[in-house]
């Protein structure tokens, strides 16, 4: 339902563009979101946006670095990283959720998860 690509390796400094592709249920979801979860740590909210795209919501640690976006003609989600730091390193996962925008920061509130992608920062 859903495929996240675009991680690597990248400098500290340098910038990544990670892309989730939609498909079935996921494709009118009401929110995507965004997290990422680093070896020995939960899984945190990095950023979500609502279907039309007018409203985004972001980590205060990533507020100025990341944006989210996403073409519903294409079925797909982007998350643009710039200024990446070592502390963004980690898997980073899409997910989907169906109805409401409540809570969009809360992993509980998505119905749908993509498989990951590794995103690792060198300094």
């Known amino acids: 339902q859903l495929q996240a690509s675009g991680g690597g390796l990248v400098q500290a400094g340098g910038s990544l563009r990670l892309s989730c592709a939609a498909s079935?249920?996921?494709?009118?979801?009401?929110?995507m979101g965004w997290f990422r979860q680093a070896p020995g740590k939960e899984r945190e909210f990095v950023a979500a946006?609502?279907?039309?795209?007018?409203?985004?919501y972001y980590a205060h640690s990533v507020k100025g670095r990341f944006t989210i976006s996403r073409d519903n003609a294409k079925n797909t989600a982007f998350l643009q990283m710039n200024s990446l730091k070592p502390t963004d390193a980690a898997v980073y996962y899409c997910?989907?959720?169906?109805?409401?925008?409540?809570?969009?920061?809360?992993?509980?509130?998505?119905?749908?998860w993509g498989q990951g992608t590794l995103v690792t920062v060198s300094s």
């Open positions: 079935g249920r996921t494709v009118s979801s009401s929110v």
């Open positions: 997910a989907a959720k169906l109805y409401g925008s409540n809570n969009p920061w809360d992993p509980m509130e998505y119905n749908y």
């Open positions: 946006i609502n279907w039309g795209g007018g409203r985004t």
